[in-house]
C-alpha cells in the first residue's frame, strides 16, 4: 500500500434547504479520511479509513436530477438547483479528502440554454453566488484547492467572467485538489476550437501537418490545464446513461459508473460506492494481459 500521508478528521456538516413549507436536510458524516492508493479488496479498514483504488487520480460527474428531485419534494426548480449547488460543495470537501488530483463537474452545457429564460438567468445568479461566496473562498485555500472553469465563457455576463477570472487567478498557484467546473460547454466545441486553433497556426507557418498527433491535438483542448486531463472514472447521476456531448475526447478510455440516485440525494457512502467501482476495473487500452 502506498500512503500519500494525509489524514484528516473533520466534523459533520448538516446542509439546510429551507421551503416556506418543509425543511430539509442534508447530512454528510466526515469519516477520518486516509488518502491511499492499494490494490487491496477491503473498501474500509477497522479505522473507517477510505483507500482510493490504484490508478484513480481524476474523477468527472454529470450532475443530473436536480429538477426531479425537487419535483419529488414538492419544491420548486430553483431550490433543486440551490440543493445540487449545495451538494457540489460536499463532494470537493469530499474528494479534496480523499486526495484525489481532479475533480470535473459538469455545471452548464451548451444545449442548456434552450430551458427557460427564468431558470437560465437563476443558474447564472446561482453561479455567481457560489464563485463569489467568502466562505467558499476560505474553505478552499485552506484545502489548496485549484480551480479551472471550461467551457466557452465569450457569451457570459462580464460580472460571471470576471468571477471566474479572479477566483482562477486566485487559486492558481494551490496544489491540492484540481476542480475543473465545465460552464457552457459542448464536448464537440472543444474538439471543433483545437481543430480551428491547429489550422490557424498552421495558416501562419507556426506548424506543419505532419506535427500534428495525439499529444499536440490535446494540448490545444480546454482540459490542457490539468496534469491528469482524461478521467479516469466518469459518474452519472439519476439513472441516465448518455454522454451528454461531455468530454468526448478525454473520455475516450474513461470507466463509466452510472447510479439511479439524483444528484442532491447523493451521499458520502454513494460517492464512494462509485470509487470503489473502478477497484476490480481492468483497462486494457485495446491491449490484453492474457496470451490464449
Partial sequence: MLSLGFSVPLPSINIKLISNRKQYNFDTKLRKVVATTTSSNNINNAAGEVALPEGLKHVAVIMDGHRRWAKQKGLTIKQGHRAGGEKIQVLARLCS??????????????ENWIRLKEEVDFLMKLFLELIGSQENLDEWARDGRRVSFIGDKSILSKSLQDALTVMEEKKKSNSGLHVMIAINYSGRHDILQATKSIARKINNGLLKVEDIDQNLFEQELETRCAEFPEPDLLIRTSGEQRLSNFMLWQLAYTEFYFVNKLFPDMEEADF??????????????GGSNELQ
Avoid at 97 to 110: E, I, R
Avoid at 272 to 285: D, E, G, H, V, W
Wanted: hydrophobic share 45%; no cysteine; net charge positive.
Fill in 272 to 285: 464512494i460506492k462509485a470509487l470503489m467501482s473502478f477497484q476490480p476495473r481492468q483497462r486494457r487500452y
Fill in 97 to 110: 479528502q480523499w486526495g484525489l488530483k481532479v475533480l470535473t463537474v459538469y455545471a452548464f452545457s451548451t
